[in-house]
């Protein structure tokens, strides 16, 4: 069995997968300071109530967007799992090329992300992926990564607004059902709420523009459900994007030998 491990700036998923579907899923916040052993402690407790145990899990992927948690994440598979596991950004052979002027500075998220949408989607893609920032990669048709917009997350831009202004307190993000709000709060959740609508309208009119080809557009991450049935903009709504991107990778290094 696998042990995928996708760990954003946000929160870390643990996901099992048998050879045949995902059977399990975990989430914990994402600390940096996190030990091998206490990565262990926590997950063989989650792999019990599930009538698991680490002895199942023979292979291990990590994908992370926080450098200094890499260690710790290879130490817990090395350790408990007694496997050398695919680190995205370091061993795992991708299989698609990465056209930006330094392919290094992609984030783990975005190639996984790239994969998991064209194993599913044809044409050219644009995958948005909602979390601490907002990332719009344009995937073309072959695979490859072309480029991105990075704007910050609706939550860091709520939370922004609390911190710097005295008198903005800090809120939850929700839908509102009007633009123009009646009080603080509805304001500030119409404000943020639509205004990350717009961006989202704006950057995705901006790339097709410039990209000059039809485009299909993906949203995923943590809060991407708050835009379901939002806009248009987005054709298609899935969560398990990156999760299945992750399962590919192993699949094709699997595959490979490697």
């Not at 491990?5 to 579907?21: M, P, R, S, W, Y």
């Not at 603080?184 to 704006?202: C, H, K």
């Amino acid at each position: 069995m696998l042990l995928a491990i996708e760990q954003g700036n946000t929160n870390t998923l643990f996901a099992v997968h048998d050879g045949e579907t995902w059977i399990a899923q975990w989430r914990a916040a994402t600390d940096p300071s996190r030990t091998a052993d206490e990565y262990a402690v926590w997950l063989s407790q989650l792999l019990n109530m599930a009538g698991l145990q680490f002895g199942v899990l023979d292979a291990a992927i990590i994908s992370s967007v926080v450098p200094q948690s890499i260690f710790n994440l290879r130490n817990l598979a090395r350790r408990y799992l007694h496997v050398e596991p695919l680190v995205i950004g370091e061993n795992a052979d991708l299989g698609i090329e990465v056209r930006i002027h330094k392919p290094s500075e992609a984030g783990a998220d975005r190639l996984v992300n790239a994969i998991g949408a064209h194993i599913v989607y044809s044409g050219d893609l644009i995958v948005i992926d909602s979390g601490t920032a907002t990332t719009l990669d344009v995937v073309a048709a072959d695979g490859g990564l072309e480029g991105c917009a990075i704007a910050p997350g609706i939550n860091l831009s709520m939370e922004a607004l609390h911190t710097a202004a005295a008198k903005l307190p800090r809120i939850a993000i929700q839908r509102p059902g009007h633009v123009i709000g009646k009080d603080t709060v509805e304001s500030m959740q119409a404000g943020v709420f639509w205004g990350y609508i717009a961006l989202i309208e704006g950057l995705v009119a901006r790339i097709k523009a410039e990209w000059g080809k039809p485009m299909t557009v993906i949203g995923t991450g943590g809060v991407a459900s708050l835009f379901h049935g939002a806009t248009l903009a987005i054709d298609h709504f899935d969560p398990d994007l990156t999760i299945r991107g992750l399962l590919e990778i192993h699949r094709r290094n699997t595959a490979a030998g490697t």
